[in-house]
């Protein structure tokens, strides 16, 4: 149970780090806050890699749905660019 708690910490506190910087640079664009954290999250959760098979699947899933969005996001920014 112990490896549960250090990645949801580690991502906590990545995830909370980054929003300060975020804001502290003055980032309005909700598509850079999610592009970022998606990219964290995904660094985060490779780092963790020796997770029970299960826990894997699982995270991977969550994963999965992460880069997805990340995917929709980047190809609005692409077809914004081109209006």
Known sequence: MRIYNNYILTVAALLLITTIILIATEQNSMDVFYSVY?????????LYVYFNKKSRRGLNLVGT??????????????FKAFI
């Open 65 to 78: 749905v992460l880069f997805g969005g990340f995917v929709v996001v980047l190809c609005f920014q692409v």
């Open 38 to 46: 998606v990219i964290e999250a995904l660094i985060v959760t490779e």
